[in-house]
């Protein structure tokens, strides 16, 4: 919390954060299963089949019924894991998921556009999803299964890979902005979208972004063709389905900074701010699942050859041109550092 | 793989892929020694679904063993049916009518086709691409639609009966295949889009196990994998049976387009071009159907073969399928091998997943596609 209420009382500034943090909550666990649910018809549509449409009028309690389901199960821990980082891993990836929200502004008011309109955004965010991997990778160890171990293997090989083309990427976005708080940065793209300025850095984020949110073609880590389920096989009932939330809130999540980032966030015409944002993200997520559908996945070694020889080349070059471009033309981008 | 990363020591890990694995196509065990992502050894387990299918043949008369035969390479009952009544015929000296080998024909041809069509959408299943798999059943499908209006059945048939046929080509069976045939070719420029010149599916499948000629040639290997190395070897071609001489077709062969000779995109492009081949056959016979009958009413339901022994080979959807019986005379085969193609092709899956990666075991068994009941019989 900064700037606008440092001069309000403390329990004043903790009721505005939990009001703000329980509305986004509330809203996100409750959109991530039809979320799921349209990613599901989005595919069934492209591949020329219904989709779910048992569950209610056209599929549309189906959520409600996966997630009944997910409780109700038995909770299985095999007896040959790690117990403590076995419950540990599902739970880890939940909350970097969450807490990244914080930061994520949806509109222009400094004190309600955002939960926490943090001046180093952009590093928290970095911050969580590196600590996102810590969950993948105990979850392969923990379960002390074979196929888990390699799945835990590739995803920290690959998370660890993609996250520093993802960082470059998206340094050379808080050149331009000269800021690293994520509300000033959409303030920056008031002349121009930074999709303009940086389209080789939205490529790079987004080509990062997926295989940092390990979703096909980069689903190796969960390559079930290959690994079985890769690092969730030993996981079921809840354990399993905070895996596949905190899969999809990183999706959303990336969506949203990628929204942020590059498509002036909560700017736009005639509608609020949060539209905005919302109608942006659908857009990322309909991209994502797109993908999904029309790709085959990458070998790891291919993989690996196109984070360290392809992307994080083109981001360093990436980051020089903004660099020049940022001292060629400072008024293209008045906040730039110079 | 071009790194060399032998002086790294480290433990190998024995894993044990199957019987029960999403992409063994079936309950094929293969127990691979894994050093990293890199397989050093893999051995093939089989037996699982082993059904004593030769066994029983001793104890069934001719006819009574057609729907055994169904059972064996499940994707292709058809195809097992006729090369049985085949067998049988040869070695019977029975006649069959001109109109039922010209049925024979088309219905073999479909299902080539759909078998195809299988092994083209489960190899995307196996890379990751869901979509294809949707797309290839959706054609299969109306094959099966075709097959169903014949015979009743979906994937058992038991269409080929000693002498013929089970029942006839009806007129609305015939504008269904025709329809089918107009349709396919761009459904089929459309699973290329998707999938044959996807980058990635390239990457994944050229120049990965790749079978030399000469090995596939001693392994016995037949149909598109020994193709996909390079050898134009067609038994409609070579041995020509049936009717097969009298239509125009061409016999696809692994060029190395993507990669080398004998890759697994190879084999699986020799599927894909076969499946353009078929339907041009198809078409030829469709046009040249004659009238008549499609059962040779001579032929009786007891059928007592005299002393002798055959061996009858077909092409095959997965290769050379070869039905060696004995008779002595009586109305029950005295032995009934079967020469399974699957089974001499996965024989050769050791010598091609030698210092591949996990991924690449994947897209080998699927480039091999196997049918375990076929494999185990």
Request: proline fraction near 5%.
């Amino acid at each position: 919390m900064t700037g606008a209420l440092s001069n309000e009382p403390l329990w004043y500034q903790l009721l505005i954060a939990v009001i703000k943090a329980s509305v986004l909550m509330g809203a996100l666990l409750g959109v991530t299963g039809w979320l799921v649910l349209a990613e599901r018809k989005i595919i069934a549509w492209l591949q020329g089949r219904p989709g779910p449409n048992r569950a209610g009028p056209m599929g549309l309690f189906q959520p409600v019924a996966d997630v009944l389901k997910l409780l109700t199960k038995e909770e299985s821990i095999p007896p040959f894991v790690n117990k403590i980082l076995f419950i540990a891993a599902p739970a880890i990836i939940t909350i970097t998921a969450m807490v990244s929200y914080a930061i994520i502004p949806w509109g222009p008011n400094p004190v309600w556009g955002a939960i926490s309109n943090l001046n180093l955004g952009v590093l928290l965010f970095l911050a969580l999803s590196s600590l996102g991997v810590y969950s993948i990778v105990l979850a392969g160890w923990s379960s002390n299964s074979k196929y888990a171990v390699l799945g835990g293997l590739r995803a920290t090989a690959q998370m660890i890979s993609y996250e520093l083309s993802l960082s470059m990427a998206l340094l050379a976005a808080v050149m331009m902005a000269g800021t690293l708080n994520f509300q000033l940065i959409v303030e920056a793209q008031r002349p121009f979208w930074f999709i303009l300025l940086q389209p080789l850095g939205f490529f790079i984020f987004f080509v990062s972004a997926i295989a940092e949110s390990r979703r096909t073609p980069f689903d190796l880590p969960e390559a079930e063709n290959e690994l079985v389920a890769g690092f969730h096989t030993e996981y079921s009932a809840m354990k399993f389905a905070l895996f596949f939330l905190g899969e999809y809130m990183g999706v959303i999540l990336l969506s949203g900074i990628m929204a942020t980032v590059y498509l002036g966030g909560y700017q736009g015409p005639i509608l609020p701010g949060p539209v905005w944002m919302i109608l942006k993200i659908a857009v990322l997520f309909f991209v994502f699942v797109w993908i999904r559908a029309t790709y085959p996945r990458f070998r790891y070694d291919h993989l690996m050859q196109i984070g360290w020889k392809w992307l994080i080349p083109l981001a360093v070059l990436n980051l020089i041109i903004t660099a020049v471009l940022c001292l060629t033309f400072p008024n293209l981008v008045p906040n730039a550092i110079h | 793989m071009t790194s060399d990363t032998s002086y790294l020591k480290a433990d190998e890990m024995l894993l044990n892929m199957g019987p029960q694995h999403p992409s063994t196509h079936g309950v094929l065990r293969v127990v691979i020694r894994t050093d990293g992502e890199i397989i050093r050894h893999a051995t093939p387990h089989i037996g699982y679904l082993h059904r004593c299918k030769e066994k029983i043949a001793e104890t069934m008369t001719y006819p009574q063993y057609i729907p055994y035969t169904d059972r064996m390479d499940y994707l292709a009952a058809m195809s097992n049916n006729f090369a049985f009544c085949w067998a049988v015929e040869k070695l019977g000296g029975i006649a069959t009518t001109e109109r039922a080998e010209y049925i024979r024909v088309i219905v073999n041809e479909l299902q080539r086709i759909a078998s195809h069509l299988v092994a083209f959408g489960t190899y995307g299943l196996d890379m990751g691409a869901f979509t294809p798999f949707l797309y290839s059943f959706r054609e299969r499908e109306s094959i099966i639609d075709i097959f169903e209006r014949l015979c009743g059945a979906r994937l058992t048939y038991s269409y080929g009966r000693i002498g013929g046929l089970m029942r006839d080509l009806d007129e609305k069976s015939i504008d269904m295949t025709r329809r089918f045939v107009d349709d396919f070719d761009t459904k089929w420029d459309e699973y290329n889009d998707l999938l044959s010149n996807n980058e990635i599916f390239i990457k994944r499948t050229a120049n990965v196990g790749v079978l030399p000629a000469d090995v596939a040639i001693a392994y016995g290997c037949t149909g598109p994998m020994l193709r996909g190395s390079g050898v134009k070897h067609d038994l409609r071609k070579d041995d020509p049976y049936s009717i097969y001489d009298r239509f125009e077709f061409d016999v696809p062969v692994g060029e190395g387009k993507m990669g080398t000779v004998g890759d697994c995109w190879d084999r699986y492009w020799v599927r894909m071009a076969e499946m353009k081949e078929s339907s041009r056959i198809i078409r030829q016979a469709l046009d040249a159907l004659p009238e008549g009958p499609y059962l040779n009413q001579k032929v009786g339901r007891i059928i007592k073969p005299a002393y002798g022994e055959i061996y009858f080979r077909a092409e095959n959807p997965r290769g050379e399928l070869g039905f060696y019986i004995v008779s002595v005379g009586e109305k029950k085969p005295y032995r009934c091998s079967v020469r399974a193609p699957s089974f001499c092709n996965l024989s050769v899956l050791t010598e091609m997943s030698h210092d591949t990666l996990i991924a690449d075991m994947v897209a080998i068994i699927g480039s091999i596609d196997i049918v375990l009941g076929e494999v185990d019989r």
